[in-house]
């Protein structure tokens, strides 16, 4: 039998913290390792799987799309990707009138970076402490935790980090440099902190005040996660600028930037060979029916209530407090989270950290009730160890 875990080590430029083991098969809201041994999936690639790992309809929506073209430069129109750019501004903010297409959150924020510059003639940008944003060098830049950055800077300048859901410290912030904020509904990476609506809609009143453009960043919390279709629409927010990925194409690799009509950014100025290809506008095209047929933006409210119903029931002492939105979950503890994520592998349930004492829960949204109960159950008994 071949060693996975050793073939990989030795060919992989590996930047990754890796657990110990091998996953080679996933069906909704399970997977399988190279063992046989089967686990509830509460990472879902960090929220990508949103409507569960191998969903047959974009299955069917690839296999259809790929034996008619796979391919096709942005400078040719095509079919499949002009009936996704409405269906991407469809489900929007009303304020959104255009989409770039890409292949990353990363590069979502990069081109929102771009173009933002570019339309209002100003290099600066306010973002939140906490706040995540990517790895490459722009996003990087918006990005605020040290550890992440110190090893390349000099970054971008012109990002300015203030205290997150305090509006008095982002206003002393402004200067007349400042080309846009830029924010996350909720901080995924950062805890899953999560904004208030008192908080985004003064952000909202301060933009359109002083001229600056609102860019929020959805790039974990988009396509129902959070219990609606886009998390700014807990609020009624109207973003200048909203940046997609991970849920966008049911795992392959998609970002998209929605922008209202206060940008611009005209030819030669941006660009993607694989951004917006006929593959993945067919599996995002398939993803948006499948989550608008199936009322996912429900069933992640409803069923995240019910997840955290039941590990509040517990009492669980280990634990400092526990947020969520939706099926967007975040478990603070009172010590390290490391030992707590390896014992529920052992217990055969996925999860993920948000910073060094959360634990993380981002499972695809049609992961059932029998299976919500295994979850809660075995995160209650490692906790209560």
Same mark, same amino acid.
């Given at each position: ?189 950062? %805890?899953?902190?999560?904004?208030? @609506?008192?908080?985004? /809609? &003064?952000?909202?009143? *301060? !933009?359109?005040? =002083? #001229? ?14 959070? %219990?609606?279709?886009?998390?700014? @629409?807990?609020?009624? /927010? &109207?973003?200048?600028? *909203? !940046?997609?990925? =991970? #849920? ?20 030669? @100025? ?116």
């Amino acid at each position: 039998m071949i060693d996975y875990k050793a073939l990989q080590s030795e060919y992989e430029f590996d930047v990754y913290p890796k657990r110990d083991i091998v996953l080679t098969k996933g069906k909704n809201a399970r997977v399988w390792d190279s063992q046989g041994n089967e686990y509830v999936d509460c990472v879902a690639g960090h929220g990508v799987a949103n409507i569960g790992h191998c969903n047959e309809a974009v299955i069917q929506a690839i296999e259809k799309q790929s034996r008619k073209l796979i391919t096709c430069s942005g400078t040719f129109y095509n079919d499949t990707k002009a009936e996704l750019l409405q269906k991407l501004i469809s489900i929007g903010p009303k304020s959104l009138k255009k989409a770039f297409l890409c292949n990353s959150g990363t590069e979502a924020i990069e081109a929102a970076i771009k173009f933002a510059r570019f339309s209002t003639g100003k290099t600066d940008f306010i973002c939140a402490m906490r706040g995540f944003h990517g790895r490459t060098i722009g996003a990087l830049s918006a990005t605020f935790q040290p550890a992440y950055k110190k090893s390349f800077e000099p970054l971008v300048c012109g990002f300015n980090f203030v205290s997150f859901n305090k509006f008095e410290k982002l206003v002393k912030a402004v200067t007349d440099k400042t080309a846009a904020i830029i924010l996350e509904i909720v901080q995924g990476e950062g %805890g899953v902190h999560i904004g208030t @609506q008192e908080y985004f /809609l &003064q952000v909202q009143q *301060l !933009c359109q005040e =002083k #001229g600056l453009l609102l860019i929020i960043d959805e790039v974990q919390t988009g396509f129902c996660r959070t %219990g609606k279709m886009f998390a700014c @629409q807990h609020f009624d /927010l &109207q973003p200048d600028i *909203l !940046c997609l990925a =991970k #849920g966008i194409a049911g795992g392959l690799p998609m970002g998209a930037v929605l922008c209202s009509d206060k940008l611009n950014a005209p030819i030669d @100025q941006h660009g993607s060979t694989f951004g917006g290809n006929p593959l993945v506008c067919a599996a995002s095209l398939a993803v948006i029916d499948f989550m608008v047929e199936n009322r996912l933006d429900e069933a992640a409210k409803k069923k995240g209530e019910f997840l955290v119903q039941k590990l509040m029931e517990a009492e669980l002492s280990k634990v400092r407090e526990i947020r969520h939105l939706g099926l967007m979950i975040g478990i603070e503890l009172k010590e390290k989270v490391k030992p707590y994520i390896i014992k529920l592998i052992e217990s055969r349930v996925l999860t993920l950290p948000a910073g060094a004492t959360v634990l993380r829960l981002l499972p695809p949204l049609t992961i059932c009730y029998d299976e919500l109960e295994i979850v809660a159950d075995k995160i209650i008994a490692v906790l209560q160890t």
